[in-house]
């Protein structure tokens, strides 16, 4: 019971979860890719994986659709038992791959025939269904234009379009917006923002801090395969990293130095690359160093508890 | 919605709808491509055809009773039926695997590997049921007599491009890089063609060769193809038929294997 809270923010009957991961473990050889992870995705929520690269999220993301078997642990999806039940779950579900895996000799209109017919769309629906996501990814002009001659945003457009074929449930995300130009990405979070109001249930995958918290209800951070802290985005930041951040400047010495007065002081930091963020001053009173001060973020909270070395 | 009849009932193993799925990502696919494949598939036959019909043919005119130039055009549709299946099948699922990422996604949708090979096979096998007749056609432009039991080549075709199919996949599932393909290609794929009567009969050749060669599905596919056009030999070609058919299950059964192992981590 004392897990289930853990891993649930939002104290929801786990009948009522669109997804549900307990204690799940995978390894290759010496290397654990996913060490005991819990994960939950209510209905209707949109859940943000969030973790540096290597945390385990691609992984994850696998297992869910079985292509990847879990060692340990138990993995529900949409009610049904996983691996043995997941061609169930997989048709009720939706991927949109890191990798963009579009057939690029055809048109836009004939992936979607394709996929229409693999996610078994009757024959009397599938027109309908085929005009119902171009209409949402917006790709109605360029419905006869070859994949290859399409930009980088009306490919994703198209991919997250088509996981949308059959009506899903619930939507697996992985990276959707990874290299994408800015504007390209704000065209993608307004489109998963519509599914979002349309009550799918969303796991999305991110190392983009912005994504997460824009979009997600909710978000599980994942350091080295397992959750190291599960909450909404605003709760994170109060709870790690506090109301505001105090910004330190200076030669690369004075910031090793700085970081050794803080800790000595009991503050937490962590570096932004140019600066040290000092955190955790909301019962600082007149402790607090001086500095620039700005409110704390989620990526506060996240270089806090991911580490800070590249892996 | 379109999963609520899924829900009444629990999805098997190897379901007709996701088979379906797999064949018209393949027919639709094959719409893009299908000038160039057609090229290659017949024109490369008809030549091993004309260059050996005639090349041979001004040198020996009979072989094992036959005008040699008949002996020839009824071995070669083997010969396209092998090309047609096995190269698409170990480079087809291979690009597919490695540079487009498309068994990512076909997993992804309620289709399990099973289905998955067993759908992309029986494509191939289509295709090459097809494009093994070329050579017959040609044949008959040169003089070949029409018979009734040449109708039956289509079905001898299918049944042999199934098995060849199902062992290029297997061959793209359990080798690592494309480059590896040379050793199959040279190593296997060369010597069964040859040493399977196509060209010349094995009479002429070592026991041990003969021996070796019953165990060769395409020298099973050319006697049929042979009795099909010249007249059934009974309980022969009922064996021959008989060996394509388990040589087709057992590759299947060992692609599956192959490709769950590739795909499935």
């Not at chain 1, 696998?62 to 138990?74: V, Y």
């Not at chain 1, 088509?162 to 489109?191: F, N």
């Not at chain 2, 990422?101 to 309620?110: C, E, K, N, R, W």
């Not at chain 2, 599956?256 to 192992?261: H, L, Q, S």
Request: aromatic share 8%; with cysteine.
């Amino acid at each position: 019971m004392n897990d289930r809270a853990a891993c649930d923010p939002f104290d929801v009957p786990s009948a009522a979860h669109a997804l549900e991961l307990s204690h799940v473990v995978k390894r290759y050889g010496e290397i654990t890719a996913v060490n005991g992870l819990d994960l939950v995705v209510p209905e209707g929520r949109c859940v943000g994986l969030l973790g540096p690269n290597g945390a385990g999220k691609s992984t994850t993301m696998r297992m869910l659709t079985a292509q990847t078997i879990a060692d340990e642990g138990q993995i529900t999806v949409l009610g049904h038992e996983l691996p043995g039940d997941s061609k169930a779950a997989r048709a009720r579900m939706g991927v949109v791959p890191q990798l963009d895996n579009l057939d690029t000799t055809l048109t836009v209109e004939q992936n979607l025939v394709v996929f229409s017919h693999l996610y078994r769309v009757p024959k009397a629906k599938r027109k309908a269904a085929i005009e119902r996501v171009l209409r949402i990814a917006n790709l109605g002009q360029r419905r006869d234009s070859k994949v290859d001659e399409l930009s980088g945003g009306m490919r994703r457009r198209l991919l997250i379009g088509r996981s949308l074929i059959h009506q899903p449930q619930l939507v697996l995300l992985d990276e959707p917006t990874v290299g994408l130009d800015p504007q390209v990405r704000q065209e993608l979070w307004a489109l998963i923002d519509l599914l979002r109001s349309e009550g799918v249930s969303i796991l999305m995958s991110t190392h983009y801090i912005e994504e997460a918290e824009r979009l997600c209800d909710s978000v599980t951070i994942v350091s080295h395969g397992s959750a190291v802290a599960v909450g909404a985005p605003t709760e994170l930041v109060a709870e790690h990293a506090g109301r505001d951040a105090v910004e330190i400047y200076g030669s690369p010495e004075r910031l090793v130095e700085v970081e050794a007065e803080m800790a000595k002081e009991g503050f937490p930091t962590r570096r932004t690359g140019t600066s040290i963020a000092v955190l955790g001053l909301d019962d600082a009173d007149g402790r607090a160093p001086a500095g620039e001060r700005r409110p704390a973020n989620l990526e506060d909270v996240f270089v806090l508890l991911t580490g800070e070395e590249i892996a | 919605m379109s999963t609520a009849e899924l829900e009444e009932r629990d999805p098997g193993r190897l379901e007709r709808t996701a088979i379906g799925g797999v064949l018209v990502r393949e027919i639709i696919n094959f719409s893009s491509y299908w000038r160039s494949t057609t090229f290659s598939s017949t024109v490369e036959p008809t030549i091993y055809l004309l260059a050996f019909g005639f090349g041979f043919g001004s040198l020996v005119s009979v072989v094992g009773g036959y005008d040699y130039i008949d002996f020839v055009a009824t071995g070669t549709v083997a010969t396209a039926v092998l090309f047609s299946s096995i190269f698409p099948a170990m480079f087809g699922t291979f690009i597919k695997y490695k540079f487009q990422h498309t068994y990512d996604a076909i997993l992804a949708a309620p289709v399990d590997t099973e289905e998955l090979v067993t759908g992309e096979a029986l494509w191939l096998a289509m295709r090459a049921s097809v494009y093994g007749c070329a050579p017959l056609l040609v044949g008959l432009v040169f003089g070949l007599d029409p018979s009734w039991g040449m109708l039956a080549v289509p079905a001898i075709n299918f049944v042999a491009g199934y098995g060849w199919a199902c062992t290029g996949v297997a061959i793209a599932g359990w080798l690592k890089g494309i480059e590896n393909f040379n050793y199959v290609t040279s190593a296997v794929i060369t010597p069964l063609f040859l040493v399977a009567g196509t060209f010349f009969p094995l009479t002429g050749l070592p026991g041990w060769v003969q021996a070796l060669a019953q165990l060769n599905p395409l020298f099973h596919c050319v006697q049929l193809v042979r009795h099909a056009a010249f007249g059934w030999e009974g309980w022969a070609d009922v064996w021959n038929f008989a060996f394509l058919i388990i040589f087709g299950l057992l590759m299947w059964r060992v692609a599956i294997a192959a490709m769950e192992r590739k795909l499935i981590d």
